[in-house]
């Protein structure tokens, strides 16, 4: 499977957060199958047992069981997942210079604060996706 064909994977622990970024995605057009977790373990156990090649992960950093600093961390450490080369993309209200800096010492992708209207997470969400639409990657 090409990558950007695979699963948009969503972790998010605010179930209203979570069907809102839903609605906007598709809204938006985008035909990847939506994949929404609510803290980062799920998410892991996910991405560990799966043959799918994942299109992008967009994650909230304040997440229960391991939050998504952690996860990202846990990728990085999985030789088989960071070799999947998932664009990692945080998305959340915690958007505190250390948590950008520890962002990018992981080799995140990119970093957006959740937006306060609709029109705003539309306009982020839609950029997001096209850019990594657009983005020549290794496994595509």
């Known amino acids: ?15 209203d957060d979570q069907e809102i970024i839903k609605e906007v995605l598709q809204s938006l ?3 990847n199958t939506l994949l929404l977790f609510s803290d980062g373990f799920e998410a892991l156990t996910y991405l560990q047992t799966t043959s799918d090649q994942p299109f ?10 391991l939050n998504g600093l952690e996860l990202r961390e ?6 088989r997942l960071r070799r999947k080369s998932v664009p990692f993309v945080f998305y959340s209200t ?11 010492d992981l080799t995140v ?23 990594w639409s657009e983005c020549k990657h290794p496994n595509n």
């Open 29 to 31: 057009g985008v035909s």
């Open 109 to 131: 992708q990119g970093f957006f604060i959740k937006n306060h209207t609709l029109e705003q997470l539309r306009d982020t969400l839609s950029l997001i996706v096209s850019y």
């Open 1 to 15: 499977m090409n990558s950007k064909d695979g699963p948009l994977i969503i972790v998010e622990d605010d179930i």
């Open 56 to 65: 992008l992960i967009l994650c909230d950093i304040n997440l229960p069981k």
């Open 74 to 79: 846990e990728i990085n450490a999985d030789h």
């Open 94 to 104: 915690n958007a505190s210079r250390d948590a950008v800096k520890k962002a990018y």
